[in-house]
């Protein structure tokens, strides 16, 4: 599936840098301290700063060169089948769109700044790529079954939008949900929601709430720790299918 869309560079107004630059500097000390090595590597090698939206080319020669992804311009949200072919295929899906000053702190649906900011710099770490890959891999073979599509979603979100990574005996944040938030950056890190050790039959068993902030975050010890949990996953999704089949026949 391929959209044929593009980033129009000269379309975004003087406001939508502005909001950028906003964003970027509410996040840029805290994450400082508070992101995963990797990604603040990545958005060092990137280029990204307060003082300009990034451009997508420039994301695709770093991608491509270092794990092979590049970026699938999208109108919005996408289908769900869409969405993991996408990603099974090393293809990001963003917006080009920016929110607006009064959406600052909240959105119905992802904008660039969560999708950019939030999800690319860690596409450069290999485990994660491959883990990421994979989860819409799996998607994508289960697209049209929902009880697999409820857990691998739980694995997406529990993971690539709300991780939390131990690094040196420190609690680090990798999922884009919470860099891309100035309200749950500092929180996801506190004393207040639980920590629980990385865990796939707890996390594909494991509720949430996408309108509230979270409650428990799990928290892995290595990109290659979530790489290789992949076997697993697979298998507790296919026996959670069939026992939903069999019951059905």
């Not at 964003?23 to 300009?52: H, I, N």
């Not at 970026?71 to 080009?96: A, M, N, R």
């Not at 509720?207 to 290595?222: A, H, L, P, W």
């Not at 959670?240 to 019951?247: A, D, G, H, L, V």
């Amino acid at each position: 599936m391929e959209f044929n869309l593009f980033q129009d560079y000269n379309k975004y107004t003087e406001q939508d840098q502005e909001v950028w630059k906003i964003l970027y500097e509410r996040q840029e000390d805290s994450l400082k301290k508070l992101a995963t090595t990797d990604y603040l590597q990545a958005v060092d090698d990137l280029g990204f700063t307060s003082r300009g939206i990034p451009r997508f080319e420039e994301i695709d020669s770093y991608l491509s060169n270092k794990t092979g992804w590049v970026i699938e311009v999208v109108p919005g949200l996408v289908e769900q089948h869409i969405f993991f072919k996408l990603l099974s295929q090393k293809k990001f899906p963003c917006s080009t769109w920016l929110r607006k000053m009064d959406e600052l702190d909240y959105l119905e649906e992802p904008d660039m700044f969560h999708d950019v900011f939030g999800h690319v710099p860690v596409l450069s770490n290999p485990h994660f790529s491959a883990f990421t890959q994979e989860i819409g891999r799996l998607g994508y073979k289960y697209y049209d079954n929902p009880r697999a599509i409820e857990l691998i979603g739980r694995m997406y979100w529990f993971t690539i939008e709300f991780g939390l990574i131990n690094e040196a005996g420190q609690l680090k944040i990798y999922g884009a949900g919470i860099l891309s938030s100035h309200g749950e950056t500092k929180y996801s890190l506190s004393d207040q929601p639980e920590h629980l050790p990385f865990d796939v039959n707890k996390i594909l068993h494991h509720d949430y709430d996408n309108m509230k902030i979270q409650d428990t975050y799990f928290v892995i010890d290595s990109f290659e720790q979530l790489f290789q949990s992949l076997p697993e996953i697979e298998k507790i999704v296919e026996h959670e299918t069939s026992k939903k089949m069999k019951n059905f026949i």
